[in-house]
Nanobody, 125 residues
Framework: QVQLVESGGGLVQAGGSLRLSCAAS????????MGWYRQAPGKERELVAR???????NYADSVKGRFTISRDNAKNTVYLQMNSLKPEDTAVYYC???????????????????WGRGTLVTVSS
């Protein structure tokens, strides 16, 4: 069973910083792409940032220059450093990961997307 557990959300004033963490645990063989998404009240879930296992990143235009995604492959953990936070960054932030498992004796693998339960980030003006 695979779990993604987020931490680090909370209440912060505009201009402040927060660091989110998400650790993958359970039975699996490798973690591929990892990312952060967010969903504000009344809006659809949107991509914030993603990172490949090799470290290539991409960001939503709205967070470029303010947020930084990173990962520690040895710990199966992804981070999101959020600086210069704005009230419009208020949302529930969800961790996402593509995780592979070996499924037979020949070594065939399947990859599946997993989601964390989310952590609330509230930015006050």
């Amino acid at each position: 069973q695979v779990q993604l557990v987020e931490s680090g959300g909370g209440l912060v004033q505009a201009g402040g910083s927060l660091r989110l963490s998400c650790a993958a645990s359970g039975s699996f063989d490798s973690v591929n792409d990892m990312g952060w998404y967010r969903q504000a009240p009344g809006k659809e879930r949107e991509l914030v940032a993603r990172i490949t296992r090799g470290g290539r990143t991409n960001y939503a235009d709205s967070v470029k220059g303010r947020f930084t995604i990173s990962r520690d492959n040895a710990k199966n953990t992804v981070y999101l450093q959020m600086n210069s936070l704005k009230p419009e960054d208020t949302a529930v932030y969800y961790c996402n990961a593509s995780i592979e498992k070996v499924v037979n004796v020949e070594g065939a693998r399947i990859a599946k997307d997993y989601w964390g339960r989310g952590t609330l980030v509230t930015v006050s003006s």
